[in-house]
C-alpha cells in the first residue's frame, strides 16, 4: 500500500504548473538546433556537400560554448519596455525568439550550394542568438525551485529535456518527411510558423518569483565597502561575483575537476551526433525513414525515458544516475558500429534509436540536475551559463572534427567505436568527486530541514500569540 502511494505520490508531483512552463520554453531552447543542425544537415548533404564541409559547417555551435561571457547581461539587465512586460527572463527569452524569427525567413530564401557564406553567416546569427535564449531560458527553470526542493531538480530537469527534445524533434521529424516534396526552402518557411508559435508561449507563462535582486542588491553593498565607484561595484557584482562565488563555494580544485568534468562527458554523443544525418544517408536511410525513426519515435521513446531517468534520480540520486548513464550512454554507440556493419536494417534502426534515445535522456536529465546543483540563486543565469558552456565547448569545438575523422579512418563502425571510448575520462573524474557530492546533498537537505522547522516553528508562535 505505502509503495502504490508513493508511486501515486511521485505521479501527481509532475502536474506542478511550474514544471508545465520549464517544459514549454524548453522547447524553444532545442528548436534552433533543428534548424542549424539536423536541418541544416540534410540540406547539405542534399545539396551536395562533403562530409568535411558539413561538419565544419557545425562551427557555428562554438558559440554556445562561449555565451557565458555575455550571461551576467541576462542575470542584471533590464530590457527597456519588454520588461516591464514580461520580467527578467521571459524579455531576454522572447528577444532572441524574435531574432530568430527574422533570420529563420531570411535563410529559407537562401540556397546554401550556390551561396555557404550567407547560409553560415544566417546560420550563426540564430546559433548567437539561441545561445542567448538558452541562458535566460536555464536561468527561468533554476528560478522557479529552491535548491531546498531536491525532488524537484530532476523533475525539471526532465521537462527541460523532454521539452527541449519536443522543440528539436517534432518539428524535425515534420522537416524531414516534407523535404522532398516541399523542398528545404519551403520547409524553413514551416519553420518560422513554429517560431512563432514559441513566441506565443513565452507570453502564456508566468514569470518566477526569486530571491535574485535581493542577494545581488547584498552582493553589491558588500563591494560598495571597497569600491566607491558605482560603475565600478556594478561591473565587479555583474561579471566578476557569479565566478568568485563559484570557485569559493566548491575550492579551486573540486571546482577545476567539476569543469573539465563537464567539458568531457558529452564528446563521444557529440561526434555521433553531428555525424549521424550524414551517416543515415550514406548508409542508404531515406529522407523520410530519418524522419520517422531517428524524430518521431525518437522523440516519443525520449519523453519515456526521460520521465523514467527523473524518477531514478529522485529515488537514488544524481550522481549515481550521471554515472550510470554515462556508461549506458557509451555502450550505445556501439549499436551504430552494427548498424555500419549490417547495412540499413529498419529494424535494427529502430532499435539503435530506441537504445540510444534511452541512454541519452537518462544521461541528460542527471546531467542538467547535476549543473543545476551547483549554480546559486543570486546568479543562476552567469554560473549556470559557465557549466553548460563547458559542455557546449567540448561538443562544438572538437566535434567539428568528426567529418574529418571519419574521413582520416574512412571506416563507420571504427568511428563509433572510439565514440564509446571518450566518455572513459569523466567518469573516472566523476568517480574521484563522489564524496563531495555526497556533502553537497547533505547539505542541500539539512537547509531544506532547517528551513521546514522554522516555519513550523514560527506558524507555532504565531498560533500560540493568537
Avoid at 169 to 198: E, K, Q, R
Avoid at 217 to 234: F, M, P
Avoid at 249 to 274: D, S
Wanted: aromatic share 14%.
Amino acid at each position: 500500500m505505502s509503495s502504490a502511494i508513493s508511486w501515486k505520490a511521485t505521479f501527481c508531483s509532475y502536474l506542478d504548473k511550474r514544471l508545465l512552463w520549464v517544459f514549454m520554453l524548453a522547447c524553444s531552447s532545442g528548436f534552433p538546433w533543428v534548424l542549424i543542425g539536423s536541418n541544416m544537415s540534410g540540406w547539405l548533404k542534399d545539396a551536395g556537400l562533403t562530409r568535411a564541409a558539413i561538419g565544419y559547417f557545425g562551427s557555428v555551435f562554438t558559440v554556445y560554448a562561449f555565451n557565458f561571457l555575455w550571461a551576467p547581461l541576462i542575470d542584471r539587465v533590464k530590457l527597456p519596455l519588454l520588461y516591464s512586460l514580461l520580467g527578467q527572463r521571459r524579455s531576454w527569452i522572447f528577444l532572441c525568439q524574435s531574432v530568430i524569427l527574422l533570420l529563420t525567413l531570411f535563410i529559407a530564401g537562401v540556397d546554401p550550394a550556390m551561396n555557404i557564406a550567407l547560409t553560415s553567416l544566417l546560420a550563426l546569427g540564430i546559433a548567437i542568438s539561441s545561445a542567448t535564449q538558452d541562458i535566460a531560458v536555464d536561468a527561468y527553470r533554476i528560478d522557479s525551485f529552491a535548491k531546498s526542493q531536491t525532488s524537484k531538480l530532476p523533475q525539471a530537469s526532465a521537462m527541460a529535456v523532454i521539452g527541449w527534445w519536443t522543440g528539436y524533434s517534432l518539428p524535425g521529424y515534420f522537416a524531414f518527411i516534407n523535404a522532398d516534396s516541399m523542398g528545404w526552402n519551403g520547409v524553413y518557411y514551416g519553420m518560422a510558423f513554429v517560431v512563432a508559435l514559441l513566441m506565443l508561449f513565452t507570453i502564456l507563462v508566468g514569470e518566477p518569483a526569486s530571491e535574485r535582486e535581493t542577494l545581488q542588491q547584498q552582493a553589491e553593498d558588500k563591494y560598495n565597502k571597497v569600491i566607491k565607484s558605482r560603475v565600478a561595484t556594478w561591473f565587479s557584482v555583474t561579471v566578476i561575483e557569479p565566478f568568485w562565488d563559484f570557485f569559493k563555494k566548491n575550492g579551486v580544485r573540486v571546482a577545476l575537476t567539476i569543469l573539465l568534468f563537464v567539458f568531457l562527458f558529452k564528446i563521444g554523443e557529440a561526434f555521433l551526433g553531428r555525424m549521424s544525418i550524414v551517416f543515415y544517408k550514406e548508409v542508404g536511410f531515406s529522407n523520410e525513414q530519418i524522419g520517422h525513426y531517428s524524430k518521431l519515435m525518437g522523440w516519443g521513446a525520449t519523453i519515456f525515458f526521460t520521465l523514467l531517468g527523473s524518477i531514478f534520480n529522485v529515488k537514488f540520486g544524481i550522481v549515481r544516475g550521471l554515472m550510470i548513464g554515462g556508461i549506458a550512454m557509451a555502450g550505445s554507440n556501439l549499436m551504430f558500429a552494427w548498424i555500419a556493419e549490417s547495412g540499413p536494417s529498419e529494424h535494427l534502426f529502430l532499435a539503435t534509436i530506441l537504445v540510444d534515445n534511452f541512454t541519452t535522456a537518462f544521461s541528460t536529465v542527471a546531467f542538467v540536475s547535476f549543473l543545476t546543483m551547483l549554480t546559486g540563486s543570486a546568479f543562476s543565469a552567469t554560473q549556470y551559463a559557465l557549466l553548460a558552456s563547458l559542455g557546449n565547448l567540448g561538443r562544438t569545438t572538437l566535434a567539428s572534427f568528426s567529418g574529418e575523422l571519419v574521413d582520416l579512418l574512412n571506416d563507420w563502425s571504427t568511428f563509433f567505436i572510439i565514440t564509446s571510448l571518450m566518455v572513459i575520462p569523466s567518469l573516472v573524474m566523476l568517480y574521484s568527486l563522489r564524496h563531495f557530492f555526497d556533502h553537497v546533498s547533505d547539505k542541500h537537505r539539512s537547509r531544506a530541514k532547517n528551513k521546514q522547522r522554522k516555519a513550523l516553528e514560527t506558524e507555532a508562535d504565531t498560533n500560540s500569540v493568537n
